[in-house]
């Protein structure tokens, strides 16, 4: 395998200043946003939050502007500016970073020559200690060449590293890259797979499950097992199956869902369904969608009922449907596609205004055919202004939240 270096900095005239463009700003739960008190940088490193050199700045919310460094006692290569800043109830900001590089001199002082070259595999072992490429006075080193032995290495992915040092003791940075290890198509056969298992609902471990007589070649995609129905109870159940090669390697486990149905008109009678609920796209876990209302004997097959879709995205959606009878037992999911889009949500992180397109979860100001929703919770509560005009198909508030209409104002709901 050969590996090219490709020098990557060019060097120009040493710099004065560096100029940094920067702005902080922070949102407090009350939507009120802190003045900022205290702008503060420092180089390389962090001498703790205050002690940075301070920045004189004026406003009190908005502190863009240009800042003006002097790297003049900075040596020459990469360094890094570190910008912050704190607000009046003494919260910091983040730490805004930027790498920058003070190039070599061109005039004053000769750019020093790289005196060692070393490459790494998967592990950096350390700068210096790496494997040495040797090198000669004024070698070209974008056009260097190494050989890697790739016999000692493992099969598949590995990562290269390669980087220098010059004469002032300075390192380059890492250069890096992916390559592969084929795995060998002659050399190593597939080992045979010498047992398959199989278990139900709870997984035993590995080598417990109930074996599966196979023979030496035999096509196990084709593999048919009988499993015992009479002992399971009735319900939804899992079967998993798996196999080991001779290697000792596991397969991933095969898993599939079955219904042992309920016998009609036999000794155990059909429990009673329970409890009914759908979720949209994402299944919250049994026992936690939206409950569905059911009322004695109701005949599920029939059910209609309506299920809140009014802070789904426009698009494509899937409907979960199940149930749960007396025994505990939960049914199958069946899933419905469906096409959402109709329904937007109050989440009110700008201001009070309805017509703010902002405010909500769509980014747009609902129209005569959107359902809508009004959570609690939300940082500001919806205002309808004098003079303004909402309009919505249907509205519903939850327990806890606030819709003002004010005097002139007007909300057209269901016209």
Not at 333 to 347: E, Q
Not at 369 to 379: A, E, K, L, Q, R
Not at 392 to 397: A, N, R, V, W, Y
């Amino acid at each position: 395998m050969k590996l090219f270096i490709h020098k990557n900095l060019i060097w120009e005239k040493c710099l004065l200043f560096l100029l940094v463009l920067f702005s902080c700003s922070f949102f407090s739960i009350q939507g009120q946003v802190p003045a900022i008190n205290r702008i503060e940088y420092y180089l390389d490193t962090d001498p703790g939050y205050g002690n940075a050199t301070n920045l004189s700045f004026t406003g009190t919310t908005d502190a863009s502007g240009v800042i003006n460094i002097n790297i003049v006692p900075l040596s020459s290569g990469v360094h890094i500016v570190g910008v912050r800043s704190r607000d009046v109830n003494g919260a910091w900001s983040l730490d805004n970073k930027w790498l920058f590089v003070k190039p070599y001199s061109t005039v004053a002082s000769t750019q020093p020559n790289v005196i060692r070259v070393e490459w790494f595999l998967d592990i950096d072992p350390g700068y210096g200690n790496a494997t040495t490429i040797p090198i000669t006075a004024a070698q070209n080193l974008p056009g260097l060449i190494f050989n890697i032995d790739m016999v000692p290495l493992s099969q598949g992915v590995h990562i290269v590293g390669v980087r220098s040092r010059d004469a002032n003791g300075a390192w380059s940075l890492d250069n890096k890259w992916l390559f592969v290890k084929p795995y060998s198509t002659s050399a190593i056969t597939q080992p045979a797979i010498n047992r398959v298992e199989w278990y139900i609902d709870k997984d035993p471990g590995y080598g417990n499950g109930v074996p599966i007589s196979i023979s030496p070649a035999q096509d196990i995609a084709g593999l048919a097992i009988n499993i015992a129905m009479q002992d399971l109870a009735q319900g939804v159940h899992i079967v998993g199956i798996r196999s080991r090669d001779a290697n000792g390697a596991w397969s991933l486990d095969n898993k599939w869902i079955f219904l042992k149905p309920y016998t009609a008109g036999g000794v155990t009678p059909v429990p009673n369904i329970v409890r009914m609920e759908y979720y949209v796209d994402v299944d919250p876990g049994y026992g936690r969608a939206n409950s569905i209302t059911l009322t004695p004997g109701t005949d599920i097959g029939m059910l209609v009922f309506d299920a809140d879709i009014t802070t789904v995205a426009t698009g494509a959606h899937k409907l979960g449907i199940r149930s749960l009878d007396a025994n505990g037992a939960w049914s199958l999911d069946n899933k419905v596609d469906f096409t959402g889009g109709t329904g937007t949500k109050w989440v009110g992180v700008t201001s009070t205004a309805w017509l703010t397109a902002s405010n909500w979860s769509k980014g747009a100001v609902p129209l005569a055919t959107d359902h809508i929703t009004i959570p609690s919770g939300t940082p500001f509560s919806p205002l309808i202004a004098n003079g303004v005009t909402g309009n919505c198909k249907s509205i519903k508030i939850q327990s806890g939240a606030i819709v003002t209409v004010a005097t002139g104002g007007n909300l057209k709901v269901g016209q």
